[in-house]
């Protein structure tokens, strides 16, 4: 195979760009403080997309930056010198959804590669070759196609001209993301990236004579959340993404924790790697593949549009919660290799006597058992309650800086 295939990870803040960088992505992608669809992200500031670029790019992968909101006059305002930023910082390219926005990048920063976003309803390959000719790099697959109407499209279209699609993660229940819910019903903009997921509340309806009565939306005895969509998981379905002519692999999570970041990264590099280099090691690890995306919470798994149109079993009726099944409960800071201790950043409780599990990000994961751990006072302790507490704790095998330790839940959340 000549194509590269790239694994593209969200990167909501620093500490997730690195998280997604040293787990296995050939690049994230994430927003500055403006003109970016995930308004509730930490986001990055001058400094910070700094230091992320360089870090990324010191590790060899790309940083794309979002550019795709639907822009009014008064964003134009401060948008050239913005792009003439990225391009000083050493983006990549920038993602972008609007014509008047990528008129004007064309024009301040010519050099600069632009990647057309989902949010632009790429759904065929005259719009794919209009953006070509327009002198975009690269198409972000609408996600109502097929793999069968991608593979139309690929067919279609230049070599030169790249194909990215989302292969994991939360979907929009709108299309392509073009939502006026939100802006509706709690005056938050969607296409300005301050969506407030109204999709996923629990609604009823009231007859007119009756204000007061509260009637479910009824699919079984036990109500309905009518918008609620399951999360894509495409992590079985290798092959057909690439045979579609997917170059770009994308997930979704730019305000997930770094813990979804971590697994759900490490879980898609091992499954493309194993792909790659033998397709009947890749078949038979499926199942291991799965359950590792699953150990970060999710909302069940779907494959979307990919196979047909979604049917009612896409979708979670009785519940807007996630299933998780594991917790994460600790940070790696660093690591001493004569003493064999880790110094730990708690990220939720945990006791001597419990297994654990390392997930690591140059290494196997393994599990062991707490045995022995103490508190920056040198005391010994018997339990990491506090969050954010730094512990130093005795671990089995080496660990490095930004592994985590995870845990089976104690009291998992599943869906019925």
Avoid at 15 to 44: H, Q
Avoid at 286 to 298: D, N, T, V, W
Avoid at 349 to 374: P, S
Wanted: aromatic share 12%.
């Amino acid at each position: 195979m000549n194509r590269k295939i790239e694994l593209l990870a969200p990167a909501g803040d620093l500490e997730k760009l690195k998280i997604a960088v040293l787990y296995g992505a050939d690049a994230v992608y994430l927003g500055g403080t403006s003109f970016g669809l995930r308004a509730k992200a930490k986001n990055f500031d001058y400094e910070q997309m700094k230091e992320g670029i360089e870090f990324a790019h010191e590790h060899g992968a790309k940083v794309y930056v979002t550019c795709n909101i639907f822009a009014h006059n008064e964003d134009f305002d401060e948008l050239p010198a913005y792009l003439k930023e990225l391009e000083e910082l050493g983006a990549d390219a920038i993602l972008v959804a609007d014509p008047g926005v990528f008129a004007v990048a064309r024009k301040t920063v010519p050099n600069m590669d632009i990647h057309i976003s989902t949010q632009a309803n790429n759904t065929n390959y005259h719009t794919a070759l209009f953006w070509k000719d327009m002198g975009a790099k690269r198409i972000v697959m609408a996600r109502e196609l097929s793999l069968k109407e991608i593979k139309g499209i690929s067919e279609n279209i230049p070599e030169d001209l790249e194909i990215e699609a989302f292969v994991h993660g939360a979907m929009c229940i709108s299309y392509s993301g073009r939502c006026l819910l939100s802006n509706y019903l709690s005056g938050r903009d969607a296409n300005k990236g301050a969506c407030s997921h109204p999709c996923r509340w629990q609604y009823y309806v009231t007859e007119k004579t009756r204000p007061n009565e509260y009637m479910p939306i009824v699919e079984d005895d036990r109500g309905t959340y009518i918008f609620n969509s399951k999360d894509l998981c495409m992590i079985e379905h290798i092959p057909e993404l690439i045979d579609a002519g997917i170059m770009s692999l994308k997930i979704e999570g730019r305000i997930k924790t770094c813990f979804y970041v971590g697994t759900v990264v490490r879980a898609y590099r091992e499954a493309i790697d194993d792909y790659l280099k033998d397709p009947a090691l890749y078949e038979s690890k499926k199942e291991y593949y799965l359950r590792e995306a699953a150990k970060a919470s999710y909302r069940g798994f779907t494959t979307g549009f990919y196979y047909g149109k979604p049917n009612e079993n896409e979708q979670i009726y009785t519940t807007s919660s996630y299933i998780r099944t594991y917790d994460f409960i600790g940070m790696v800071m660093d690591y001493d290799n004569e003493s064999g201790f880790a110094v730990i950043e708690q990220r939720n409780k945990f006791v001597v006597g419990d297994k654990v599990e390392f997930l690591r990000h140059n290494g196997e994961i393994f599990e062991m058992t707490v045995t022995e751990m103490y508190n920056e006072e040198g005391e010994r302790i018997e339990k990491a309650p506090h969050p954010q507490q730094i512990v130093r704790l005795k671990v089995d095998k080496p660990v490095e800086k930004f592994d985590m330790m995870r845990k089976e839940a104690e009291n998992p959340v599943t869906l019925e």
